[in-house]
């Protein structure tokens, strides 16, 4: 098991300071593991604490989530991928392979098309193309656009709907614990970002080796979805889960490293 170890990232003037967890050789090939809507670093966890030699892992909280410090405002998925960017900075990291996680990969794939220099690769794994034409998604923001508080129920409901193999109870109880640290108008407000930005058009200009993920029993995202991805970036492929949810690192974490051990190991 890799010793896990969490620090602090101060961003500078006007950004916020992000808590990081690390893993792996100090001399490894550098990943940076995004997380997806209401989530922290501890969605990685178990990537983290499996992962193999060769690799070094910064899974950063990202703004308004987690223990991350949480402004007013900055919730697009933009001010998500400057703040990546600042990230990488401040750790002294010139260049990654980006992994998003659901909508984690938005932010990765817009600093994929606006910075490549910075990417050595971009890992998408359940990452929506587009919520705009999701039931799914529209559902969960008639709910979240009326809350006043993060709701502990409706948390538990959301990741225990996400997967469809059984999880350990600690693990998706730290989960929804690390979920309601994010207060209403993160909840609000991060939502909306994703649901009123063109997500399709943070598909265009990425040129670097792309890997989807998708698992075949996603409840919110159909294969026609990841379809669309694969037919915007020129360098991609698409592995297929059978029998995983939405969250293929969180059922099948040992899989989705032996995968993107591989495709990291193909690029080099």
Known sequence: MATVAVHSAVLGEGRPTLPYAEAGEPGGTPLVLVHGYLDSWWSFEPMLRRLPPGLHAYAPTQRGHGDADKPPDGYLP???????????????????????????????RIVAGRRPDRVAGLVLLGVPATLADKPRAAEIWD??????????????????????????????????????????????????????????????????????????????????????????????????????????????????????????????
């Not at 998500?80 to 990654?96: C, K, P, Q």
């Not at 909306?192 to 399709?200: H, P, Q, W």
């Not at 949810?245 to 495709?263: C, I, M, S």
């Open 78 to 108: 933009e001010d998500f991928a400057d703040d990546l960017i600042a990230f990488m900075d401040t750790v002294g990291m010139e260049r990654a392979v980006l992994v998003g996680g659901s909508s984690g990969g938005v932010a990765a």
């Open 143 to 268: 709910t979240i656009r009326q809350l006043k508080e993060p709701d502990p129920q409706l948390a538990a409901a959301f990741s225990e709907g996400l997967t469809v193999n059984p999880m350990g109870r600690g693990f998706l109880q730290t989960v929804v614990d690390e979920n309601l640290k994010a207060p209403a108008h993160v909840w609000r407000e991060t939502l909306r970002g994703l649901l009123e930005t063109d997500l399709r058009a943070t598909l265009s200009g990425i040129l670097v080796p792309t890997l989807v993920v998708w698992g075949d029993r996603d409840p919110i995202l159909p294969r026609e979805d990841q379809q669309t991805i694969l037919d915007a970036i020129p360098d991609s492929r698409l592995l297929v889960y059978e029998g995983v949810g939405h969250v293929a690192y969180w059922e099948d974490p040992d899989r989705v490293l032996r995968d993107l051990t591989a495709f990291m190991a193909e690029r080099t």
